[in-house]
C-alpha cells in the first residue's frame, strides 16, 4: 500500500539547483529491508540511475552525476529529497522516485513522475 508522491518546480533556469521531494505515505523511509532511489527518463531516452538513499540514511550516485547530486531525507516527515545543483536543458527529464527492495535489481514502486524542464 505504499505510495510515492513527487513534488517540486516544473520549470528550472540553467545554472540554478533542481529540488525535488518525495512523499511517502504507507510505509516508513527507514524500513530496513528498502532503500529509495531516483531515476530519471529524458525525452527519448531510457532510464537513468540518479542515485539511492539507505534506511540508515546512506547515499550512494551514478559517478556521472555525483558531483552534482545530493539526496536526502527527513524521517520526521517522512519524505526524501533530490537536489541537482548547475543544471542544464540535458538535464531535463521526467523525474520519479521509486521503493527499491534490498539486493533485488529494479524497483518495486514508483511514483508518478514529475516532469522538471531546465529552460532560459
Known amino acids: 500500500q505504499v505510495q510515492l508522491q513527487e513534488s517540486g518546480p516544473g520549470l528550472v533556469k540553467p545554472s540554478q539547483t533542481l529540488s525535488l521531494t518525495c512523499t511517502v505515505s504507507g510505509g516508513s523511509i527507514t524500513t530496513m529491508e528498502y532503500h529509495w532511489s531516483w531515476v530519471r527518463q529524458a525525452p527519448g531516452k531510457g532510464l537513468e540511475w540518479i542515485g539511492y538513499i539507505s534506511s540508515s540514511g546512506s547515499t550512494y550516485y551514478s559517478p556521472s552525476l555525483k558531483t552534482r547530486t545530493s539526496i536526502s531525507r527527513d524521517t520526521s516527515t517522512n519524505t526524501l529529497t533530490l537536489q541537482v545543483t548547475s543544471v542544464t536543458p540535458e538535464d531535463t527529464a521526467v523525474y520519479y522516485c521509486?521503493?527499491?527492495?534490498?539486493?533485488?535489481?529494479?524497483?518495486?514502486?514508483w511514483g508518478q513522475g514529475t516532469q522538471v524542464t531546465v529552460s532560459s
Open positions: 521509486t521503493r527499491d527492495r534490498n539486493n533485488v535489481l529494479g524497483p518495486e514502486f
